[in-house]
């Protein structure tokens, strides 16, 4: 199993590290170069979907098709939380006819409801447990 974890590397700024050698900065929004937790989960549930239409956008329109997932969503700052995370999938069907475009979007919304864990677990929200370990 792959292991995760960040290591502080100053003031609001972390890496975010896995043992399979990717990184990630992250921090508050004041610094370039870094994603804030929030961005990340974003990003997370945005990449979720795109893995998860891969495949029957792939079998439909071939392995070299283009997508973009955006993701986006305002924190509510009073309750420190994300009450709404909005995504759109753009991918070209303008080779297919109507029928076939409308069946494929079945297929794709499908593939997203069963197999993106990232979407499944926010829709379901997950128990968190925070240990602290002290030296």
Same mark, same amino acid.
């Given at each position: 199993?792959?292991?995760?974890?960040?290591?502080?590397? *100053?003031?609001?700024?972390?890496?975010?590290?896995?043992?399979?050698? &990717?990184?990630?900065?992250? *921090?508050?929004?004041? #610094?370039?170069?870094?994603?804030?937790?929030?961005?990340?989960?974003?990003? !997370?549930?945005?990449?979720?979907?795109?893995?998860?239409?891969?495949?029957?956008?792939?079998?439909?329109? @071939?392995?070299?098709?283009?997508?973009?997932?955006?993701?986006?969503?305002? !924190? +509510?700052?009073?309750?420190?939380?994300?009450?709404?995370?909005?995504?759109?999938?753009?991918?070209? #069907?303008?080779?297919?006819?109507? +029928?076939? &475009?409308?069946?494929?979007?079945?297929?794709?919304?499908? &593939?997203?409801?069963?197999?993106?864990?990232? @979407?499944?677990?926010?829709? !379901?929200? !997950?128990?968190?447990?925070?240990?602290?370990?002290?030296?």
């Amino acid at each position: 199993m792959t292991e995760l974890w960040v290591e502080r590397t *100053g003031t609001r700024r972390y890496t975010g590290r896995s043992s399979r050698g &990717a990184e990630v900065l992250i *921090g508050d929004e004041s #610094f370039d170069g870094v994603f804030t937790p929030g961005e990340l989960l974003k990003i !997370a549930l945005a990449g979720c979907t795109g893995m998860s239409t891969d495949r029957p956008l792939s079998r439909r329109l @071939g392995d070299d098709y283009d997508a973009t997932v955006r993701v986006s969503g305002d !924190a +509510d700052r009073e309750q420190e939380r994300y009450p709404r995370l909005d995504e759109t999938l753009e991918v070209d #069907f303008s080779e297919l006819d109507p +029928d076939a &475009a409308q069946r494929l979007l079945v297929v794709v919304q499908r &593939a997203v409801e069963k197999v993106c864990t990232v @979407g499944r677990t926010l829709d !379901a929200g !997950a128990e968190v447990n925070l240990q602290i370990e002290t030296d």
